[in-house]
């Protein structure tokens, strides 16, 4: 089963508008990391905002934040204000901290190519 | 600056040949990683390290080895009994149970 889904292949949005990138996940580990990653077309991944399943606040780091609802396993990325530079693709991944032998490591969604037009 | 270096950007490879991808890092990091990407796709892990001198296999570790003969190096190769080995590698590397990890620039890999 997958553990990270990102429903969203795709998305255009107009210049200055507010843009939420959907991401579901699946543990069992009760304690457990989100993270959300920008990769523009140079191939290089960019941390944007990290989140803790214990966090009692949403994470915020500038125009991101991190939409968390644990109940429904939800850990959605909102931009404020998009820019032309925000187009990129967008990954979103989890790190179980007690990953009960498993593997270390980020799991990762499949992506959502956000461009965003003038 | 800190920071991860892979070496080469792009890599071409013939079939049945062995390549060796490079990664330094620079940030004192005890963790590192490779990992695998391929169009239109997330990443998958290929292999981890949490310390010098000792490796894990991640999900998809067939058809590649690494070492760590050093914290700040930690060398992918991808052997001719990978089947499939044309992708996007990234090398990464992380220090702390819940921080970020770091990513280096990337290699493509072609085989032709």
């Known amino acids: 089963a997958q553990k990270i889904t990102q429903t969203q292949p795709g998305m255009f949005v107009q210049e200055k508008e507010a843009v939420t990138l959907d991401c579901t996940y699946d543990t069992s580990d009760p304690s457990y990391g989100l993270f959300w990653y920008k990769q523009p077309s140079s191939g290089e991944m960019i941390f944007l905002i990290y989140?803790?399943?214990?966090?009692?606040q949403n994470a915020t780091e500038g125009r991101y934040s991190l939409n968390f609802q644990k109940a429904r396993k939800s850990a959605n990325l909102v931009i404020s204000a998009s820019q032309l530079g925000d187009s990129a693709m967008y990954f979103c991944?989890?790190?179980?901290?007690?990953?009960?032998?498993?593997?270390?490591?980020?799991?990762f969604g499949k992506g959502t190519h956000l461009i965003i037009q003038p | 600056d800190g920071g991860i270096t892979q070496s080469p950007k792009y890599l071409f490879r013939k079939e049945g040949q062995n390549v060796t991808l490079s990664c330094e890092q620079n940030l004192n990091h005890d963790a590192m990683y490779w990992y695998r990407q391929d169009p239109g796709q997330g990443l998958r892990l290929i292999y981890y390290s949490q310390i010098v001198n000792d490796f894990q296999k991640g999900d998809i570790a067939e058809g590649y080895s690494v070492s760590r003969e050093k914290k700040e190096s930690f060398p992918l190769t991808v052997t001719s009994a990978q089947k499939n080995p044309t992708a996007f590698y990234l090398c990464a590397s992380r220090q702390g149970a819940s921080t970020e990890a770091f990513f280096g620039q990337g290699t493509r890999l072609t085989v032709v």
């Open positions: 989140q803790g399943s214990y966090d009692q």
């Open positions: 991944a989890m790190r179980e901290l007690y990953s009960g032998g498993g593997a270390d490591g980020l799991t």
